[in-house]
């Protein structure tokens, strides 16, 4: 029989892995659960036996496959995968995949959780702003960046969006205006939000250059990750731009610096947590367990990310 490990150091809510198991325990397999390890000793002891594994933004490299002798998938319960190494999973042949789109309406309403937060000084009590009639830079049209616009309409926002790889006619018809550089984007919008992924040509692109063209009373977002900042721009816009606030998601490395230096004007969640929502969990803990099942069963490919 089949074994199926969910390995999550950040745990699924109880009702996700009550349907992961369910999906798993309904086609006949074996389901094992490793939550919130805290040494990666005991992820590679858990996978030596396993056929395909849950993951959501826990590291599998080259070592994990190693140890892993018999599996044949890895499903990414969620939307990045710059946490899987492809390259070693396609010398260890196995397929890896993720879930797009299952947790995009989580990350996208966390946004607007931020973005209230940041024009309102915080909660601090003193008179902020509001965000109706403000120009929203959506940075990546993807199910996230799609999901942000359909709230900021709400809101009554302007709504511009950059993506080098989405056709300007998708933007128009959800009543985005597209821009044809992320330079256009940040000179055009006072809020930034961004929704790319940390791959070798985005990674620490979000540099000063790009943000100090930001207007006045700029606002950077970030639930996307970390790597594809800066830091050193993110600090030097800090220092320079006394208008400018960072809210994040995703600490960077010197997150205590800047909440000491700057507590009104930069915020970090204390863990990432965008997708931390039962909803999320459900939908792509589901999403993916069905999908290694498909992939067991049928041979089914369709959500494979390595070549
Ligand atoms: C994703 O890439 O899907 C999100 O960043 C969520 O990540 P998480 O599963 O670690 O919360």
Do not use: W
């Not at 994990?64 to 319960?77: E, P, S, T, W, Y």
């Not at 996230?144 to 018809?173: H, S």
């Not at 700029?218 to 800090?238: F, Q, S, W, Y």
């Amino acid at each position: 029989m089949a074994k199926i490990l969910v390995a999550t150091e950040k745990p699924f809510a109880p009702i996700a892995v009550k349907g992961i198991r369910d999906a798993v325990e309904s086609a006949g397999f074996e389901l094992v659960l490793l939550e919130k390890y805290t040494s990666k000793n005991e992820l590679l002891n858990a996978v030596k036996d396993v056929d395909a594994i849950i993951i959501r933004s826990d590291i599998i490299d080259t070592e994990v496959f190693d140890a892993a002798k018999q599996l044949k998938i890895v499903v990414r319960a969620g939307a990045g995968y710059d946490n899987v190494d492809l390259s070693a999973a396609t010398a260890h042949n196995v397929c890896v995949m993720n879930t797009p789109g299952q947790n995009s309406n989580a990350v996208a309403e966390l946004v607007f959780g931020l973005l209230v937060f940041a024009v309102r000084g915080f909660y601090n009590g003193a008179s902020g702003t509001e965000l109706k009639g403000k120009k929203l830079g959506i940075h990546a049209y993807g199910n996230v960046g799609r999901n942000v616009a359909r709230i900021a309409k709400g809101f009554d926002m302007e709504i511009y969006a950059y993506d080098a790889y989405c056709p300007a006619e998708v933007m128009e018809k959800d009543g985005v205006k597209p821009v044809a550089s992320a330079e256009e984007l940040y000179s055009t919008c006072q809020i930034v939000s961004l929704h790319i992924p940390a791959t070798a040509e985005t990674k620490n692109s979000i540099n000063f250059v790009l943000l100090n063209k930001m207007p006045k009373g700029a606002i950077l977002v970030n639930t996307a990750r970390k790597e594809v900042i800066d830091e050193a721009g993110i600090t030097k816009m800090l220092e320079e731009r006394p208008d400018f606030k960072y809210i994040t998601d995703i600490k960077p490395a010197i997150d205590a610096d800047l909440a000491a230096k700057y507590p009104d004007r930069y915020f970090a969640t204390p863990k990432k947590m965008g997708a931390q929502t039962a909803e999320a969990n459900i939908n792509a803990g589901i999403a993916a367990a069905n999908q290694i099942v498909d992939f067991l069963v049928n041979g089914n490919e369709k959500f494979r990310v390595n070549k």
